[in-house]
């Protein structure tokens, strides 16, 4: 069965909209055409919770943001040639937080920079 795709915060209302007209699943189903789960979901979420619209994704948020990746480029294009480690101590002396080589690492790769540093491990 191929994976659907999230619907979006119209969706959602025309559901719900539906519902409070007095519309039964399988005719919300029929109008709609999405998945009668879908629309069940979509209603106990409403009568639970109140929520019309999609919650946001779960998971752990960023630690890094876009002006942090632009700080930590600036650090590597400042000077090629230091080490992961040097990289993380100048990268965390700059701000209020404290991020791993590893975060640093993968920022690095993300941005390009995957080739462009030295990794001195002990």
């Known amino acids: 069965m191929p994976k659907r795709r999230e619907l979006t915060d119209f969706e959602h209302g025309e559901i719900i909209g539906l519902y ?18 879908t629309i069940g979901d979509i209603v106990k979420k409403y009568n639970e919770h ?30 090629r040639n230091k080490t992961l480690e040097e990289i993380t101590e100048s990268f965390n002396t700059g701000l209020n937080i404290s991020v791993s080589s590893s975060t640093v690492r993968r920022t690095l790769h993300q941005e390009g920079y995957s080739g462009h540093y030295t990794y001195h491990q002990e």
Do not use: F
Request: net charge positive; proline share 4%; glycine share 8%.
């Open 50 to 79: 109140g929520l019309t619209s999609t919650i946001l994704w779960s998971g752990r948020p960023k630690i890094l943001t876009d002006h942090n990746n632009r700080q930590l480029v600036k650090i590597v294009k400042n000077n």
């Open 20 to 37: 409070k007209g007095k519309h039964s699943y399988n005719e919300i189903k029929e109008l709609l055409g999405h998945p009668k789960s």
